[in-house]
Nanobody, 127 residues
Framework: QVQLMESGGGLVQPGGSLRLSCTAS????????VGWFRQVPGKQREAVSC????????NYADSVKGRFAISRDSATNTLFLQMNSLKPEDTAVYLC????????????????????WGLGTQVTVSS
């Protein structure tokens, strides 16, 4: 059974850092495109970053380039998102997902029937 479980969210001051984790089970992360998305109530879901299958190309939304870094660990089958220089506008529920390579490379946040999504972890950036 495919499952994704996020952790690592919390409350952090502006300028601070957090590291999100997404533990995958039922499949091998390296074999699929996986990424991080965020959702603010009343707004459209936004693609934050994604790693494609195969060569593991990494993509970032313009809003997080230079501040966030996506990575994956094969040994633990875990996806990470290192978030630095956090801003109040980064406040959201962060979700990890297994999607197709096309939407991963294009950073498209729409959902498709073959996707798998975690439940999310709350990140709040506030002083």
């Amino acid at each position: 059974q495919v499952q994704l479980m996020e952790s690592g969210g919390g409350l952090v001051q502006p300028g601070g850092s957090l590291r999100l984790s997404c533990t995958a089970s039922g499949f091998t992360l390296d074999d699929y495109a996986v990424g991080w998305f965020r959702q603010v109530p009343g707004k459209q879901r936004e693609a934050v970053s994604c790693i494609s299958s195969g060569d593991g190309s990494k993509n970032y939304a313009d809003s997080v380039k230079g501040r966030f870094a996506i990575s994956r660990d094969s040994a633990t089958n875990t996806l990470f998102l290192q978030m630095n220089s956090l801003k109040p506008e980064d406040t959201a529920v962060y979700l990890c997902a297994r999607i197709d390579d096309h939407r991963c490379l294009a950073l498209i946040a729409s959902m498709a029937p073959n996707d798998y999504w975690g439940l999310g972890t709350q990140v709040t950036v506030s002083s």
